[in-house]
């Protein structure tokens, strides 16, 4: 056994452990509903030891992530549903046939062959799994991350031709969105749930222009974050600290915001 085999084998046999008879209360006391958050948050800290160029720290964090895994497959076990070694070779099953061009005859030069002989391969795996009766939005999870799912949804719809041509009707769009919530914001009495509709409709805008550029709303957002939080640290720097900006005005505040932007 290869030492690399031998640390997943060590890891699963800790798991299993950890879930047995003598094991953690609190392991043994997780749910697949429970555990779900914690693999939200690790998923969110593998992006930020990524953006951080952190290798040390992602090698951490992909453990965690990794915990994760052995984590439901253990839970699935104990429960009779399937085991680790049925998820290693189901997506064993799947790189294989979802790679012709390396394990069968197929032949793609390009990345962009490759991703779509993949999904031509994906989607009539999907058909051959789902109901007959079921509708075209019904394979995007509800659960997902809204950002995710509204992504899902318009690559869903766009896949039978329901889609803006181009990028410049989701501009037109994104513009129209935001007269709609303006004039929502102009009503001498706001609707709150008016209000959130609109601003949702803007969102979804956005998150299907998005994909038209061929960009991850989640990861631009990540970097607006950052970019933010970076400028408003200097903010802060310029003022003098966290209390001294607590005393300037607002323009006093926009004076050291258009100078951290140039700064950065």
């Not at 800290?45 to 994760?68: N, S, T």
């Not at 749930?193 to 803007?202: N, T």
Request: glycine content about 4%; charged content about 30%; overall charge negative.
């Amino acid at each position: 056994m290869s030492s690399r085999t031998e640390a997943l084998a060590e890891a699963i046999a800790i798991m299993a452990r950890l879930r047995g008879p003598e094991g953690c209360p609190w392991d043994r006391a997780q749910t697949f509903d429970s555990i779900k958050r914690h693999t939200l948050e690790e998923t969110y800290e593998v992006f930020d030891a990524i953006d951080r160029r952190a290798w040390p720290d992602l090698k951490d964090e992909l453990g965690d992530l990794l915990l994760q895994v052995l984590f439901y497959a253990q839970m699935a076990e104990d429960e009779g549903y399937f085991t680790i070694e049925d998820v290693a070779a189901n997506l064993n099953a799947k790189l294989i046939r979802r790679h012709p061009h390396i394990f069968a005859d197929a032949v793609a030069k390009t990345p962009e062959d490759v991703k779509q002989t993949w999904d031509a391969i994906k989607r009539q795996e999907k058909a051959s799994n789902e109901p007959l009766s079921q509708r075209l939005l019904d394979s995007v999870p509800r659960h997902l991350p809204a950002l995710l799912e509204a992504a899902k949804l318009g690559k869903r719809a766009s896949s039978v031709g329901f889609d803006w041509p181009d990028a410049s009707g989701l501009i037109a769009k994104l513009h129209e969105e935001t007269r709609e919530l303006e004039e929502e914001l102009s009503r001498s009495t706001r609707d709150r749930a008016a209000m959130e509709s609109e601003l949702g409709d803007l969102l979804f805008t956005a998150v299907n222009l998005a994909r038209h550029l061929e960009l991850e709303p989640e990861f631009a957002l990540r970097a607006a974050n950052a970019k933010f939080r970076a400028r408003f640290n200097t903010v802060e720097d310029l003022a003098g600290g966290a209390e001294a900006v607590k005393s300037k005005t607002l323009d006093e505040l926009d004076r050291l915001w258009n100078a951290a932007k140039s700064a950065s």
